[in-house]
């Protein structure tokens, strides 16, 4: 016991290092990964395609309700395999959605052996530490998203290049599987990134040989890994490889005018990759007169190609944003290590400041939801949540208070360090993110989840009737009813669509609301808890 508060007292030891730092950055990937229905978006929707895989048992060709869906398969099979393992532990959701922590764990890790390898092993820990710090990973790293298999890839990627000059042979196998999932996870567009700075890398190298030998066996095995999935669907599903092969080339030009999508992903970047980039500027412009140097130009070089690659494929979007992190952290880290002791403390007081005061606003806004108080506050929440009741979690109330006592600790016990204000930021961001997930996540789950909407229709409708036609319904409503009921419904304009006696139609207007010609007899009509918007309508067709 006096060891316990003789460590208590002492607090973390900075630089985080080992297990440390293994637990700081588990912290991270798991708070918020579980608790919560699929939402709104996109998280509905790849649940939705995994769940379909572990139904049908159809592992060859993704499906989302029951209509194919052309993308690539490598993040549902993940998600299947641990929504198997786990399932009988966890809400089958929550255990599909472990695949995402297990692929940002991936990146992080990439992201730690690039640091150490540029910038020696005392900056090491600081390289994944930015990395979770950016504002705009947080939002999307506990989300069921295959993007982030593109994101552990990049780190793969850039470590293993990194390493290249000191271990080829396994800087190769790391390239080769890393690229290999980022065509199985992502496709073609985030991969060229990957291809295109190797080459780039090899030059940088002073040893030419070990460096063919990386790209090399590298190549060879991306090869041997990527290419089985197409052969097996042009011999067993021809039409579906053609789908595949049709969305992966009209993704490759489905951005915007390409110098307009540059600005405003570079915009989008102020606060996305906050405070990574200021960092990084600064770190570019501590190192200007070395910026041709293999530390500084290899992140530089990475990041250059990876935004023309979003201009290029993709319209500007938080998700495909993703991929501009890894190399952006990998920049950062000298410039968050070298800060002057003036704009540390500044950095050091703003992270403390800001995230004690969000955390306590959580407090609030938890004591207006479970104990009425503030009354004001307390009204606003039943307005933005018609129907929402609160109920008192012992359990989650427990992980909160035990996570404000652990940042409040941090805060009390941190010796000064260049560490410091990077640790404050990163792990202030989690337990203010913690705080969200444990005391307020009930009440933005009744407003992003389709479960009601899918159980009301599922009660109207006869035992085991699955014909059911839909019209403008979107890909996430859709996959809602998939996962929630088992209901997978049809085109209305299709021929087995037109053949359901059942239709549910979604709109705001009473035009898209309306049946269609016939004899229609309205059952239900509803909405998702606070969404004004948003109508549904269940017909029946009488005979």
Request: aromatic residues 12%.
């Amino acid at each position: 016991m006096p060891d316990l508060f003789a460590l208590l007292r002492r607090g973390l030891r900075l630089p985080p290092s080992g297990w440390a730092l293994a637990g700081m950055l588990a912290f991270y990937v798991v708070a918020g990964l579980f608790g919560r229905d699929p939402w709104k978006g996109e998280d509905a929707i790849h649940i939705s395609t995994a769940w379909h895989i572990l139904t049908y048992g159809d592992w060859l060709s993704p499906n989302l309700a029951g209509r194919p869906f052309n993308e690539p398969p490598l993040y549902y099979w993940s998600a299947a395999i641990t929504g198997k393992l786990l399932g009988g532990l966890l809400p089958l959701h929550d255990a599909m959605r472990f695949a995402s922590g297990l692929w940002v764990a991936l990146a992080l890790t990439g992201i730690y052996y690039a640091g150490r390898e540029l910038y020696g092993q005392d900056s090491a820990a600081a390289s994944p530490m930015l990395l979770a710090g950016a504002a705009g990973l947080l939002l999307h790293a506990h989300d069921a998203q295959p993007m982030l298999v593109a994101l552990a890839a990049y780190g793969g990627v850039i470590g293993s290049l990194a390493a290249m000059p000191r271990k080829a042979k396994l800087a190769g196998v790391f390239y080769g599987v890393s690229l290999a999932a980022c065509l199985l996870g992502a496709g073609l567009a985030p991969s060229l990134p990957l291809l295109a700075v190797a080459p780039l890398a090899a030059a940088l190298s002073t040893d030419r040989r070990s460096a063919a030998t990386t790209l090399g066996l590298g190549l060879l095995l991306a090869a041997a890994l990527a290419l089985p999935w197409p052969l097996l669907l042009h011999i067993f599903e021809p039409a579906r490889l053609d789908g595949w092969v049709d969305a992966e080339l009209t993704q490759l030009g489905a951005g915007i005018a390409p110098l307009a999508g540059l600005g405003t992903y570079l915009g989008n970047l102020l606060w996305f990759a906050f405070p990574v980039l200021p960092l990084a500027l600064w770190g570019l412009w501590r190192r200007r007169t070395a910026w041709r140097e293999r530390p500084q130009l290899l992140p530089l070089a990475f990041f250059a190609l990876t935004l023309v690659m979003l201009a290029i494929a993709y319209r500007p979007r938080e998700i495909p944003a993703l991929l501009l992190l890894p190399p952006l952290a990998l920049l950062a880290t000298p410039g968050a290590l070298s800060l002057r002791r003036g704009a540390a403390n500044a950095f050091d007081s703003f992270a403390m400041m800001t995230f004690t005061f969000f955390a306590a606003l959580v407090w609030v806004a938890w004591s207006a939801m479970a104990l009425g108080w503030p009354e004001r506050l307390a009204k606003r929440v039943v307005v933005l949540r018609p129907g929402f009741v609160s109920h008192f979690e012992p359990l989650a109330v427990l992980v909160a208070l035990v996570a404000t006592a652990w940042w409040i600790w941090l805060i009390v016990t941190a010796p000064r360090s260049p560490y410091r204000s990077l640790t404050h930021w990163t792990m202030g961001f989690t337990t203010f993110w913690l705080l969200a997930i444990a005391l307020l996540l009930p009440w933005f789950d009744y407003g992003k989840s389709y479960r009601p909407v899918a159980q009301a229709v599922a009660q109207r409708l006869p035992a085991k009737e699955k014909c059911l036609a839909e019209r403008e319904l979107t890909d996430t409503q859709r996959a809602s009813l998939a996962y929630f009921v088992g209901i997978e419904p049809l085109a209305a304009d299709s021929t087995a669509g037109q053949a359901c006696r059942w239709l549910l139609v979604q709109g705001d207007t009473r035009q898209e609301l309306a049946p269609p010609p016939g004899r229609w007899t309205r059952v239900w009509e509803g909405s998702r808890p606070g969404d004004r918007r948003e109508k549904f309508r269940l017909y029946r067709r009488e005979n």
